[in-house]
């Protein structure tokens, strides 16, 4: 048994882990490039504390991982991405939020022969005609969640929805995949500035309009900003969203507004698996906090790798692809499986904002889309 130390390095700190389980196999270095600082640092918090969480609890002392913090700007997540592939020389690369930054960096990582393991930002532009053979999406297809809140407005009676996102292109694979699934018509369409945190304009067009329901994509502080000038708007019109306006780390800051409002999303803390009970346990006990939908796709994205690295060498590319293709795991969300683009083919559900105790958190009420794969798939030829 090797006693080892892996260094998971950062921009400002040396941090240390002590595990005892290798393999025969070559060691595995990842770059990890997210959102740490300024606005969305949340989301990127929550995706390293995730992964990093299945590493230590992994006990694996071939797998080193460096971070990086992209501070939410493609120049930066470039730069850092060319710095872990030419000086760093990692294996796999994975960590970034925000499809704006994945588009800048993921094209050319896997051109480059590198893998790269998204656990959040899924770009439809990566699924369809540009998808890469070692480009594989471990949270979703950017217009999943959308659709699946299509699909739950149609059930809710809603016929007439005013609908807004940020323009960029997670903002506007959100609008394209609710008006794919959604049958009604629409009150408005709107595309927002990407970090706008004044939205009296836009609530103002909500009001003026003959909407029945309101669709909303705006993650992070946006939803933030939004949700709270809307309750106090006095605009009463029933809202829908994805998880990313809804989740855990969001809620708190939004509070009493968010009360009611469903959404959608693959995974919640209430999912009754014993991988996913354990894990909503053990993030609370390492890190003081309930996980979020971000903190699980870190987790899953890291026993992804892990289930690889335990049965392939990194270094024989055709055989490591074959072992994140195979996705023999245990996921967070139960049952996991990849699509032919290496996006996942899974369940999305309906959530209500509900409180307990003093923290407002989601509960699952329904299934919006089962086994949903995405709308690319087809265009994919590796």
């Known amino acids: 048994m090797i006693n080892k130390t ?11 882990a002590t595990a005892l389980t290798s393999s025969a196999f070559a060691d595995v270095k990842v770059g990890m490039i997210t959102t740490l600082s300024g ?44 710095k872990m592939v030419q000086s760093e020389k990692v294996d796999v690369l994975t960590g970034i939020i925000w499809s704006n930054l994945a588009m800048a960096v993921v094209p050319s990582v896997t051109a480059q022969g590198k893998f790269y393991l998204s656990p959040n930002a899924g770009p439809s532009a990566l699924a369809g005609a540009g998808c890469h053979k070692n480009y594989f999406n471990v949270a979703w ?42 049958s009604g018509d629409l009150a408005g369409e709107i595309f927002t500035k990407l970090g706008q945190t004044d939205y009296a304009a836009e609530i103002a067009q909500i009001r003026a309009s003959n909407a029945d329901s309101v669709f909303f994509f705006l993650p992070g502080g946006m939803g933030i900003s939004f949700l709270k000038q809307y309750a106090s708007s006095g605009v009463d019109l029933p809202v829908v969203g994805p998880a990313f306006s809804f ?38 006990a390492e890190y003081g906090r309930l996980p979020s939908l971000y903190a699980s796709q870190g987790f ?56 307990e105790g003093d923290i407002f958190t989601n509960m699952i009420i329904g299934t919006a889309l089962e086994n949903h794969s995405d709308a690319y798939a087809k265009e994919c030829k590796f």
């Open 141 to 182: 297809q950017n217009d999943n969640l959308h659709e699946a809140a299509g699909a739950y407005a149609n059930g809710a009676g809603h016929k007439n929805s005013f609908i807004l996102a940020p323009n960029y292109p997670a903002g506007k694979d959100a609008l394209t995949g609710y008006k794919r699934f959604f």
């Open 39 to 82: 606005g969305g640092a949340g989301l990127g918090i929550d995706v390293r504390d995730g992964f990093m969480l299945a590493i230590k609890q992994s006990g694996r002392t071939d797998i080193e991982v460096v971070i990086e913090d992209d501070q939410r700007k493609p120049d930066i997540a470039v730069q850092l991405a060319d």
């Open 247 to 284: 989740d855990q780390g969001i809620l708190q800051a939004v509070g009493s507004a968010a009360l009611g409002v469903v959404n959608t999303s693959q995974w919640n803390k209430d999912i009754d698996n014993p991988t996913n009970n354990a894990f909503v346990e053990s993030f609370k």
């Open 300 to 355: 899953d994205t890291a026993n992804l790798l892990i289930s690889a690295v335990a049965t392939s060498d990194v270094k024989d590319a055709d055989s490591f692809r074959k072992a994140l293709e195979a996705a023999n795991f245990d996921s967070t969300r139960g049952d996991f499986k990849f699509g032919s683009n290496h996006h996942p083919v899974q369940t999305i559900y309906a959530r209500k904002v509900i409180k």
């Open 6 to 16: 892996i260094k998971i390095l950062t921009s400002s700190a040396v941090l240390t």
